[in-house]
């Protein structure tokens, strides 16, 4: 099987983060995989939600949302839709699950992942590059001297794994993805643990052993990515 854009099947595609991207954020980068691009920002914000006062704990949470004309026909503003809550509650959880809430205090660390251009992958792209910015905002907080050391567990990326025309792919596009007979995206830590496996027969059922083909390859796109994390952010973690 030969990729519209020449990749093996077991490639990601190329990956470009670009941190400090948005000049007043706390935290920010711009992450383009092949022709998807996010900006990613985190904002510090001196409160928690009211299940969380008086804990002195913090939070992290996230929201995400695609500009009218990030896709090939015009998306109307304002129509949040579920996959957009879904996206929303899926970086928020990935991040939380390495990161240490406590040393944070009742701070909320809002994460805001914008896409301006899709090409499938925008929600694996919106981990991958929230982890910068989220790691930027905290080492601010530290740089200030409102933490004693960042609160970071592990590192996090995510990516998309499918089988399409019977071949298993890495990191798919929109259209290897809107073809494809199995669909997965796949959430990993820098320890090869995983946070989150979302797996959809599209059109085909899978059996276990393709499963298991699918989350090798998803491990092994998810490490190219933490290494390019750890490359870039080796002046903090």
């Known amino acids: 099987m030969i990729r519209q854009d020449g990749r093996g099947l077991d490639k990601i595609r190329k990956v470009q983060i670009s941190r400090n991207y948005i000049k007043y ?26 299940f969380l006062k008086g804990t002195g704990t ?15 026909t015009r998306i109307q503003r304002g129509k949040d839709s579920g996959r957009v809550y879904e996206i929303q509650r899926l970086v ?15 701070r909320t660390i809002w994460i805001d992942c914008d896409v301006i251009q899709a090409d499938g992958g925008t929600r694996t792209a919106s981990i991958t590059g929230s982890f910068i910015a989220l790691v930027d905002a ?50 990993m830590t820098g320890k090869a643990e995983f946070i989150e496996i979302q797996g959809t027969a599209e059109r085909k059922t899978f059996n276990k052993d393709q499963m298991d083909r ?16 750890r490359n870039l952010l080796k002046d903090i973690l």
């Open 58 to 72: 913090g939070w992290v949470t996230a929201e995400y949302g695609m500009l009218p004309r990030s896709c090939q």
């Open 25 to 50: 954020a706390e935290g920010s980068c711009l992450i383009e995989l092949g022709n998807t691009r996010v900006i990613c920002t985190a904002s510090i914000e001196e409160s928690v939600p009211p």
């Open 92 to 106: 928020g959880r990935s991040l939380r699950a390495v990161c240490d809430m406590k040393p944070i205090g009742e």
């Open 138 to 187: 905290l080492n601010k907080l530290k740089k200030d001297g409102m933490l004693d050391k960042m609160p970071i567990k592990d590192f996090v990326a995510a990516t998309s794994v499918g089988i399409v025309n019977g071949g298993l792919l890495l990191d798919l596009t929109y259209q290897e993805d809107s073809k494809a007979e199995v669909d997965m995206n796949i959430v």
């Open 214 to 229: 699918l989350l090798g390859l998803a491990q092994k796109g998810i490490a190219e990515l933490i290494d390019i994390q």
